[in-house]
T-cell receptor, first 115, second 110 residues
């Protein structure tokens, strides 16, 4: 079946540094990918919709300069957390929409810890 | 704005007992409703969607527009059903932009 891969699965960084998380669709093409954030024991909150070849659409309250999203190809979207702070520590999950079938597939998530 | 409510954070049932996970939604248009499941240490995966009206792993869910509900049911729970279940809503035409409920952790006891 279709697979979405996220990398890294875990990352620890120092406060003030930037971290990039990749989301790849391995056997299908995705014009649309979504980035979610999940706090412990809470639901997934949509952060932004990533569109291939165009700017991402951010949800209300999500800082676009803080969370940079790039969707340069039909199989890759990246989320860069810039100048990370401890409050950015969270579980980040991406999903990718198969442009042929419309089906949505989720990555395994990336746990970010900012010290 | 749309909203999905799952009133139960935790639900425990015995093996073989019926189980119902509640989901209510608010949305002014005609949404698509989904149930996603996350087994321990695995990624989120689609369980079923209302438009297909299918039964997956013995689970069914009926969209009740009058009550704005999409409860998930299974007549005889199995231990392997223990997982986190999320109800989700996608506005029609939104290319599957999902709003998730807070999730219900189902534990099926032996």
């Amino acid at each position: 079946g279709a697979v979405v891969s996220q990398h890294p699965s875990r990352v620890i960084c120092k406060s003030g540094t930037s971290v990039k998380i990749e989301c790849r669709s391995l056997d299908f093409q995705a014009t649309t990918m979504f980035w979610y954030r999940q706090f412990p024991k809470q639901s997934l909150m949509l952060m932004a919709t990533s569109n291939e070849g165009s700017k991402a659409t951010y949800e209300q309250g999500v800082e676009k300069d803080k969370f940079l999203i790039n969707h340069a190809s039909l199989t890759l979207s990246t989320l860069t957390v810039t100048s990370a702070h401890p409050e950015d520590s969270s579980f980040y999950i991406c999903s990718a929409r198969d442009m042929t079938t419309g089906e949505l597939f989720f990555g395994e998530g990336s746990r970010l810890t900012v010290l | 704005a749309q909203r999905v409510t799952q009133p139960e954070k935790l639900l425990s049932v015995f093996k073989g007992a019926p189980v119902e996970l509640k989901c209510n939604y608010s949305y002014s248009g005609s949404p698509e409703l989904f149930w996603y499941v996350q087994y321990s240490r695995q990624r989120l995966q689609l369980l079923l969607r209302h438009i297909s009206r299918e039964s997956i792993k013995g689970f069914t869910a009926d969209l009740n527009k009058g009550e704005t509900s999409f409860h998930l049911k299974k007549p005889f729970a199995q231990e392997e059903d223990s997982a986190m279940y999320y109800c989700a809503l996608s506005p029609s035409g939104s290319a599957r932009q999902l709003t998730f409920g807070s999730g219900t952790q189902l534990t099926v006891l032996p």
